[in-house]
């Protein structure tokens, strides 16, 4: 027998392979990132769950996103995460904070907001403010919320320019308001400091792709007219959006009737303050028109149900505002008051407190809840074209969630487990803009134990400064 022909065969198939796999690898297109295998929640329009799905990821943006053999026949990548057997979602926004306010924790609970307020966070804030404590303070913030899987988040506090300095560097996505109040502060003595610290520090971040600065006037009971439309003249000139506290006490609802003669919301359309730029957290007590008021201006919602049950401010109608089309997203509010940053707790606590209180276990499903703090959230902050869902084109904000944990077996709904099973302990891994911020539980931006111990030693300034002993 002849052995040539066989051996041309064979030479040639080997030649055809090689041949074939270089085309492939010369045809797949390099990306910076890959996550591999693993359930993709979407969050898109149909909410699409994609089981054994990849991600292909360029540039801070979604390139790719389907099954994982199409993605994989496509793109190549160096980095690559590998999400087999785990569950892919869009990063937590977490639409109300005062990030700073962390080192506040604890400090005073039990009692309500206006004594809350006025006893000692006012005076705290007025004895401890200062660059120095608002930066500790958001690297503890800024850790806590990374760990828990939220991505972005909308702060309202005083030096708001060294806030987005440290979340620029840890690599989180803020929008940042600097306050706005009628009375001194830590870093303003009076309006006129104060809007020329926000017209410098809009300039400063207008256009980087994490910090989306923004002016916060306080609310509509610590800001004259005047100021109020002040902010809204800057933020129609600027781009800027405006973050507010509004009707978060029936107080403050109360006392706007009877000297402004009209609710806090009403009022507010009355000055022509509200539109499409505007966030505002809480809305415990909108009323008559209110609804359709906060609808036809397109503002934000950011309901925070563990700061509004702590303070006893009420309950928001956040079902009757979901059907009358008010874009609602979910936030913790300042970790003074809830006390923690834990967006996985507050999707937990909407669906569960509005079942209580309406009688109607159908009335916020688990799904309807995960929206709030992802595609809801993001339309709250009027960033739906940016976030809150897992799409081709959109920033590349990804957790990758272990569904390993004891507390998540046996699985069967998967809404249902990120709702009211998953803990923020289970988030393995976080992508903000294309980078990975935590790889398997490590921080990779920050020095958490550097953190801690910087963050103790201001417990301690705390408490002498307010004469008192504490209790460990
Ligand atoms: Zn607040």
Known sequence: MNPYPTLFICVSLILMTMLSNVTAQTRRQPVDLLVLGGAIVTMDQERRVINDGAIAISQGRIVAIGPRADIEREYTSRQKINATGKVITPGLINGHTHVPMVLFRGLADDLDLQEWLTKYIFPAEAKNVTEEFVRVGTRLGLAEMIRGGTTTYCDMYYFEDAIADETAKAGVRGVLGETVIDFPVADNKSNAEAMAYVEKFVARWKGHELIIPAIAPHAPYTVSEQHLKAARAFSD????????????????????????????????????????????????????????????????????????????????PVPKMMAANVLMGLGTDGAASNNDLNMWEEMDTVAKLHKVFSGDPKVISAQQAFELATIRGAQALHLQKEIGSLEKGKRADILVINRDTLNQIPLYNVYSDLVYATKASDVETVVINGRIVMRNRRLLTLNETAIKTEARAFRDRIIKSLGTSGTR
């Not at 919301?265 to 966030?279: E, K, Q, S, T, W």
């Open 237 to 316: 000139r600027t781009g800027a959006p405006i973050v507010t506290h509004v009707s978060e006490t029936k107080r403050e609802l109360d006392d706007s009737v009877k000297d402004k003669g009209a609710s806090p919301v009403a009022y507010l359309d009355r000055i022509g303050f509200l539109n499409d730029r505007v966030i505002a957290a809480h809305v415990v007590w909108p009323e008559g028109s209110d609804f359709e008021i906060l609808s036809r201006r397109g503002v934000g919602v950011v309901h925070n149900p563990q700061s509004n049950m702590k303070l006893a401010a009420g309950v928001a």
